[in-house]
């Protein structure tokens, strides 16, 4: 039996001590937990003593956290964050099937995948997905991921890579920003405000590069995080953006959007499922991964005859 040092906290004794925190009340986190108020400052109280340290002061009848206490509530929170995590993870589990964990680009996930994945849960309805954002390189070893759907430049040594779709990345704006009809040449993109991408700051640069065009020193428009983000915002006629095309393909057949410039850039990188290469694929990953090498296919065949 694995030995638990008493001055380590029980979970009833951490939710005392996040609730009393931010409730300022021993009543009013008893109330919040269901338990007496005696129950409540006894878990407090015994906390305290093992730990050898004042976690409140007691004020006019409030709770104060001590430097001590404010310090332990931080990490208090993270731990019955991450519990409640796992319990939800863990009751993914309750169908019986196999759960598959997830790590994929968000944009890649809310514009390609999810709209897709119905097709791949009729055909395996025992096969549970769960889905995380990540714009990071995902360290199998640290996290609980089966695999990933990032661009392949962001797989980590030890990882296996299936390369999925190209990345092609097109000007697109809203009708209400740009007349349409024909090409804006490059020389008049100044007239408008860029929209740029934080994490890939060098795309609009390396998009006039391809057009033989001078790179402007100072680009003009709003900076954001996500490629999402970026759709939104060149919906909204914030500016021009430049963006993969399978991204934008909704948007462009319902006409929020139009590609205002033929020139198409290619990624530096493709998409691509990254796995941990020490670990066998279990039936449910090889059936995810069979699935998505035949509908990307089908996505790069039928993107190449489409005109965008």
Known sequence: MTYRPNYIPTIQELRALVLCAELGSVSRAADSLMLTQSAVSRSIRSLEV??????????????????????????????????????????????????????????????????????FLRSHPDISIDLTSALHSVDFDETPFDAAIQRT????????????????????????????????????????????????????????????????????????????MVISAAQAGL????????????????????QIHSRVLQGSSPYGLIRPNGRTDSPAMGAFSNWLRQVSAHSDAGKSKAVI
């Open 50 to 119: 093992r730990l050898g340290v004042r976690l409140f002061h007691r004020v006019r009848k409030r709770l104060l956290l001590s430097d001590a206490g404010r310090a332990m509530v931080h990490e208090a929170r993270d731990i019955l964050e991450a519990l409640d995590r796992s319990a939800k993870m863990a009751m993914a589990f309750g169908n019986g099937g196999d759960v598959l964990r997830l790590a994929v680009l968000p944009t890649f996930a809310t514009t390609w995948l999810i709209p897709r994945l119905s097709d």
């Open 153 to 228: 430049l962001m797989a980590r040594k030890g990882s296996r890579v299936t390369h999925l779709l190209n990345e092609s990345l097109v000007v697109v704006a809203s009708p209400d920003l740009v007349d349409l009809g024909k090409d804006i040449a490059t020389a008049n993109f100044a007239k408008y405000p860029l929209i740029q991408l934080a994490t890939r700051p060098e795309l609009w640069n390396d998009w006039f590069e391809s057009a033989g065009s001078v790179q402007f020193e100072r680009l003009r428009g709003p900076r954001l995080q996500h490629f999402d």
């Open 239 to 258: 500016g021009i953006a430049i963006l993969p095309d399978i991204f934008v393909q909704s948007a462009i057949a319902l006409g929020t959007l139009h």
